[in-house]
């Protein structure tokens, strides 16, 4: 079973930067999607970037231009960049995964369908935002 696990959450200011990362346990899959997810207070968990194994992205609108998802397939690891950071940005960050034995993952199917289509999930890690 593979697991996932985020860190790097915290404090950042307004207009600021925080980073985060995931690490994945070591797995043999080569079809997969990576995605970061975030929930605030009182609303539903959101996508908020998807990634193919192969690299292709798919972002969010609401943080569009200012997020940027990366992976480190040898580290087996996961990264947010977040930029010109907004206190809507204010949640708990998870990162998650939808592996399969064959056949592609495409990051723009797997940001519209959401949640639903992650089975691997890290607890999350804080962001809060302030000014």
């Known amino acids: 079973q593979v697991h996932m696990e985020e860190s790097g959450g915290g404090s950042g200011r307004l207009g600021g930067s925080l980073r985060l990362s995931c690490t994945i346990s070591?797995?043999?899959?080569?079809?997969?999607?990576l995605g970061w997810f975030r929930q605030a207070p009182g609303k539903e968990r959101e996508g908020v970037a998807i990634?193919?194994?192969?690299?292709?992205?798919s972002v969010a609108d609401s943080v569009k231009g200012r997020f940027i998802i990366s992976q480190d397939r040898m580290k087996n690891m996961l990264y947010l960049q977040m930029n010109s950071l907004k206190s809507e940005d204010t949640a708990t960050y998870y990162c998650?995964?939808?592996?399969?034995?064959?056949?592609?993952?495409?990051?723009?199917?797997?940001?519209?369908?959401?949640?639903?289509?992650?089975?691997?999930w890290g607890q999350g890690t804080q962001v809060t935002v302030s000014s």
């Open positions: 998650a995964a939808h592996f399969r034995e064959e056949g592609p993952c495409y990051s723009d199917d797997a940001l519209e369908k959401g949640e639903r289509f992650f089975y691997t």
């Open positions: 070591r797995h043999t899959y080569t079809h997969y999607c």
């Open positions: 990634i193919e194994n192969d690299g292709d992205i």
